[in-house]
């Protein structure tokens, strides 16, 4: 198993900007999801892409949108940088078999916004 | 709608003594429930899952969890704990019936002391 890669593992950006965070996904799995993490938080769902659409979306304005690419890897763009959108971005990806799959989170990037 | 609740943000423990980590939840549908562990800078490491079957499910690094339908709960146990185990826990769900989201619960954290 090759796991979850995410990069960078740190960003700082200034507000106003545009970041795009990357994601490798773990050999096999075909299915991604993304996730942030504020500090003390749990994390929220943001959205999944399965076959290179979007396929689920969490309470997240469109400024975040993603792409995953033929061979599984991942993107998160987010415009428009605001002070809040400070955290921690995990990748998780998956392997859909009926309803019971499971996930394999990456170590995250951790986004600072000034 | 899911949602999590996990009542204690902090567990303080003395080493090799049993722990318990609270997690209830609330959902209109039968769920999937999971904890993961997350150490410091790192993603998230699944512990274990409920997906059907027996309701007492055993996971790695000697925790289990017992699923309580009735009390819509799936605490985290270990009779014996280790400094190792000082770490962040998350309890999420996941709908049974479709839908691709976890929804995790604000986490606790799990500080085991000599």
């Known amino acids: 198993e090759t796991g979850v890669t995410q990069s960078p593992t740190h960003l700082i950006k200034t507000r106003g900007q545009q970041v795009t965070l990357r994601c490798s996904s773990q050999?096999?799995?075909?299915?991604v999801s993304w996730y942030q993490q504020a500090l003390g938080q749990g994390p929220q769902f943001i959205f999944q892409?399965?076959?290179?659409?979007?396929?689920g979306r969490g309470n997240f304005p469109p400024r975040f949108s993603g792409l995953q690419f033929p061979n599984y890897s991942s993107e998160l763009n987010v415009n428009a940088l605001e002070l809040d959108d400070s955290a921690l971005y995990l990748c998780?990806?998956?392997?859909?078999?009926?309803?019971?799959?499971?996930?394999?989170f990456g170590s995250g990037t951790r986004l600072t916004v000034v | 709608a899911q949602s999590v609740t996990q009542l204690d943000s902090q567990v303080p423990v003395f080493e090799e003594a049993p722990v318990e980590l609270r997690c209830n939840y609330s959902?209109?549908?039968?769920?999937?429930l999971f904890w993961y562990v997350q150490y410091p800078n790192q993603g998230l490491q699944l512990l274990l899952k409920?997906?059907?079957?027996?309701?007492l499910v055993k996971g790695i690094n000697g925790f289990e969890a017992e699923f309580n339908k009735s009390q819509t709960s799936f605490h985290l146990r270990k009779p014996s704990v280790h400094i190792s185990d000082t770490a962040e826990y998350f309890c999420?769900?996941?709908?049974?019936?479709?839908?691709?989201?976890?929804?995790f619960g604000t986490g606790t954290q799990l500080k085991v002391e000599l």
């Open positions: 999420a769900v996941r709908m049974t019936g479709g839908g691709n989201k976890l929804t």
């Open positions: 409920y997906l059907s079957g027996s309701t």
């Open positions: 998780a990806s998956s392997l859909v078999q009926g309803q019971s799959y499971g996930y394999t």
């Open positions: 892409y399965y076959r290179e659409e979007e396929n």
């Open positions: 959902s209109s549908v039968s769920v999937y």
């Open positions: 050999s096999g799995h075909n299915t």
